[in-house]
């Protein structure tokens, strides 16, 4: 129940008080929300769009990956040794990098202790495997669902706590004031009424913002919620690092690791399904390094600039190129590549020696992924689709942001009592480990607790707050009055599709200028250009708004990049006219720069529809004197939180 009401013009809407208010029910926001409970807080909330929504609860891989401080072997490691490659992945602040290492493996076994079930050997290690960026064996799993079952097992903790969950709130605009969050404004999506929320603290747990793209691998519930952390004054970094990689449309899924090293066939068809061919044989003219280069897609799954030359990248760009002559798609597991017996004296010593211990040497690619991940062909089999049957249409997809919201070592944005957890936090760099967007969610998190549990916050005055919230109650009702047109799903098209083209893994920069352009106009004339005929098209209303002004962020931070630096970095590849084709068979929009770019953050403010930027060293991963006695003393004292 609100604890009060609030009247703005001719309508009253409810208040709703809380401490700390956490925005998002996936692993991160419900670990915030956990911790704060395991810390002692009671006056506490999670709001969510929607509980079954987002991605840690829906989306996933073959073997969908946590990475941890290894917990089995004879192999050596440490909390120094973890940080490393996490620091190595470039623009990475030293202090989150180790953070994310000290506190892996406490986010790891409270897990494990929640319900978990990461598998151990008869002896009670937890067994790893090497994952990308990974000198260990770190990774760990429990098949394609894994954050799905983190994101269970951690509801269930907070729901037994009695935490007060709020479901079915969108957030359309944050309330802050002097650089100090006071709250927001959400609609209910059940009555698509407004709702004022008051906290002290807001942990925004919103995921990424993956809404910005059209083609993504994203479930259809993430969209992300980033534009108006931007619009309040939010910084943000790193924000042109993103991950793309091959995935089905539908279901929306990645097609990484054994999907891939089962050595599928290529083909594509035109939109009708005739036409049918093996379109990379038109590129690849000797057998063996297309079945290897297939096969070690599986490994090398995001698209990188580095791998395009000589490496598996090169298969993301013919998926791309492909469809973007209009034609489909498809991964065949049904037969072999050319359709007949998969001749393993092709392959590379690594992919043989691989489908060797496997026990996969044989058969078509379904038998050899039913012998070695036959949870990756149930995924598809519970979603409708039979791969021993049917084929997969598959793209390739914006499937991580690496950049986000800046935030310091407690995971606090600029804007004091806003932190921001999960994938809205910005804390990895150009590259990283994979599953290690699954621990920087937990640990994120369990550092904003902590942090909150010993600085508290206030709330802002009565008077100051109904200020504030009276004005933006007035503003949204403003924009959101209905018309007799309906342009909505027109612009949301336009905008998310050119984003594809210009803002995707192959950028230019006359295009990234020109679509900025076009949505500073879309946002200076909003109400005139978007406009709904129904109350039910609210929610989509206040989206686009939002995806429109973390798109200006994010192609303006991308143009900047080029200006900065120019070489391709990471999953983007820059046009660039001086650079070159990696093969002479690719169009001229292929012509790139590789070489060495400066290690620096780059952090963006949005001011009105204009962006401004700084560049910095990353903050280096700290070295202290930690003489057992004073850390002692700190700890009993106030936990080391400062």
């Not at 036409?275 to 063996?288: A, K």
């Not at 290897?292 to 998926?319: A, T």
């Not at 039913?370 to 039979?386: K, Q, S, T, W």
């Not at 200006?552 to 650079?579: F, P, Q």
């Amino acid at each position: 129940m609100p604890q009060e009401m609030i009247r703005a013009g001719e309508n009253s809407f409810p208040v709703y008080k809380y401490h700390t208010i956490i925005v998002g029910s996936g692993a991160a926001g419900f670990n915030s929300a956990d911790s704060l409970g395991n810390e002692g807080e009671r006056d506490i909330a999670v709001v969510t769009e929607g509980v079954d929504s987002g991605t840690s609860r829906n989306t996933g891989s073959d073997k969908q990956t946590y990475y941890k401080l290894t917990l089995a072997g004879s192999q050596p490691d440490s909390v120094g040794m973890m940080a490393k490659p996490l620091f190595e992945g470039m623009c990475v602040d030293g202090d989150h990098a180790l953070c994310e290492a000290a506190l892996s493996v406490p986010g790891f076994l409270k897990l494990c202790a929640l319900g978990v079930p990461f598998p151990q050997n008869r002896f009670g290690e937890y067994v790893g495997y090497k994952t990308d960026h990974d000198p260990a064996q770190r990774a760990t799993s429990v098949g394609p669902y894994t954050s799905r079952m983190m994101t269970e097992a951690l509801e269930r903790s907070v729901r037994g706590k009695g935490i007060s969950i709020h479901d079915g709130i969108q957030a359309v605009q944050i309330l802050q004031r002097r650089g100090r969050v006071m709250g927001f404004i959400g609609l209910d999506l059940k009555t698509m009424e407004l709702a004022v929320f008051q906290c002290a603290n807001l942990v925004y747990a919103v995921g990424g913002p993956a809404g910005i793209y059209a083609s993504r691998v994203y479930p259809e519930s993430q969209l992300g919620a980033s534009g108006i952390a931007f619009e309040a004054g939010a910084l943000g970094k790193n924000v042109t690092e993103w991950q793309y990689g091959l995935a089905s449309l539908c279901p929306k899924w990645n097609v990484s690791g054994t999907y891939m090293q089962v050595i599928p066939r290529f083909f594509s068809t035109d939109e009708n399904g005739g036409d049918e061919r093996e379109f990379l044989r038109d590129f690849f003219h000797q057998e063996g390094e297309m079945l290897s280069n297939i096969f070690m897609k599986g490994y090398q799954w995001p698209f990188d600039v580095r791998k395009v030359k000589g490496g598996s990248s090169i298969i993301d760009i013919l998926v791309y190129l492909e469809r973007s002559r209009g034609r489909r798609v498809y991964l065949d597991f049904t037969k072999n590549p050319g359709g007949g017996k998969l001749d393993l004296t092709l392959l590379s010593d690594e992919a043989r020696t691989y489908l060797s211990r496997a026990g996969a040497c044989f058969g078509t690619p379904i038998d050899r992924l039913m012998v070695m991940n036959r949870p990756a062909a149930g995924f598809y089999l519970e979603h409708g689709i039979d791969l021993s049957l049917d084929p997969l249409e598959i793209a390739l997809c914006a499937q991580h942001n690496n950049g986000g919201l800046s935030v310091d070592g407690w995971w606090q944005t600029n804007i004091k009592g806003l932190f921001a957890v999960g994938e809205a936090a910005g804390t990895h760099g150009v590259y990283r480990p994979g599953g290690s967007a699954l621990n920087a969610g937990q640990v994120g998190s369990a550092r904003a607790a902590r942090y909150i549990s010993r600085h508290r916050g206030h709330m802002a005055a009565r008077d100051e707050f109904n200020e504030s919230a009276r004005d933006s109650l007035m503003r949204l009702m403003q924009m959101s009055a209905l018309s007799a047109e309906d342009t909505l799903h027109r612009e949301w098209d336009f905008f998310t599709r050119q984003m594809d083209i210009s803002g995707g893994p192959f950028r230019k920069v006359d295009e990234i200028d020109s679509l900025c352009g076009h949505i500073r106009s879309a946002l200076e004339h909003y109400t005139e250009r978007v406009k709904i005929t129904t109350r039910r098209q609210l929610p989509q209303f206040f989206r686009l708004r939002d995806i429109l002004l973390c798109q200006l962020v994010y192609l303006s931070a991308m143009k900047d990049y080029a200006g900065h630096c120019g070489v391709s970095r990471g999953s983007a590849l820059y046009y660039s006219e001086k650079g070159k084709k990696p093969y002479e068979a690719l169009p001229e929009s292929m012509r790139f720069t590789l070489g060495d770019f400066p290690n620096e953050v780059q952090e963006v403010s949005l001011d009105g529809l204009q962006c401004k930027f700084t560049w910095r060293s990353p903050r280096p991963i700290p070295q202290e004197d930690d003489f057992f006695e004073n850390v002692w003393r700190g700890y009993r004292e106030n936990m080391n939180v400062y």
